[in-house]
T-cell receptor
Framework: DVKVTQSSRYLVKRTGEKVFLECVQD?????MFWYRQDPGLGLRLIYF???????EKGDIPEGYSVSREKKERFSLILESASTNQTSMYLC??????????FGQGTRLTVV | SQQGEEDPQALSIQEGENATMNCSYK?????LQWYRQNSGRGLVHLIL?????REKHSGRLRVTLDTSKKSSSLLITASRAADTASYFC???????????FGTGTKLQVIP
């Protein structure tokens, strides 16, 4: 059974903190994605990775960075969390030109 | 910027009726996908249609694709209360299988 696991379901952090969101997949997929979802805006792509140590900016990369040291793990880093980064964060993986599989999401609140 | 735009933004129907959602996109695509999201959860893949296909069926779902108009529609027949969810179209562009999503249609099926 396909599995994409995000490290936390809910997270509360303070402004200025460095925040790590982790995503692990067990499908050996080359492509991994981080999206944020806000009401009325749908899913917006932050970063994606097509191979170990490879990354590409999505539509809204500002304030974020990513790390992919191993194929199964893709981390999203908020260098200095701000209140406008309060959102639902969704990780996804994709093998080739097929469907994407999503984690359960992390609801991050920055106070 | 987001590739897809769904229409309508919200739809409310009675159980047993058909629901139709539309998606328009901007650039050439490799394929188009539809996903469903139950409230506050990750997305689940419903159906994928490739750019050389015009129509695809899966159970009560029917998807059409018109590449000349850069549009797709998702039809859910004989809707059920359990179909209540948000529905997103997603397009695949570029060599890295980057997937970008629309803003979604929120469907409510009233028992």
């Amino acid at each position: 059974d396909v599995k994409v696991t995000q490290s936390s379901r809910y997270l509360v952090k303070r402004t200025g903190e460095k925040v790590f969101l982790e995503c692990v997949q067990d499908m050996d997929h080359e492509n991994m994605f981080w999206y944020r979802q806000d009401p009325g805006l749908g899913l917006r792509l932050i970063y994606f990775s097509y191979d170990v140590k490879m990354k590409e900016k999505g539509d809204i990369p500002e304030g974020y960075s990513v790390s992919r040291e191993k194929k199964e793990r893709f981390s999203l880093i908020l260098e200095s969390a701000s209140t406008n980064q309060t959102s639902m964060y969704l990780c996804a993986t994709r093998g080739g030109a097929n469907e994407a599989f999503f984690g359960q999401g992390t609801r991050l609140t920055v106070v | 910027s987001q590739q897809g735009e769904e229409d309508p933004q919200a739809l409310s129907i009675q159980e047993g009726e058909n629901a139709t959602m539309n998606c328009s996109y901007k650039t050439s695509i490799n394929n188009l996908q539809w996903y469903r999201q139950n409230s506050g959860r990750g997305l689940v893949h419903l159906i994928l249609i490739r750019s050389n296909e015009r129509e695809k069926h899966s159970g009560r779902l029917r998807v059409t694709l018109d590449t000349s108009k850069k549009s797709s529609s998702l039809l859910i027949t004989a809707s059920r209360a359990a179909d209540t969810a948000s529905y997103f179209c997603a397009t695949d562009e570029g060599g890295y299988q980057k997937v970008t999503f629309g803003t979604g249609t929120k469907l409510q099926v009233i028992p």
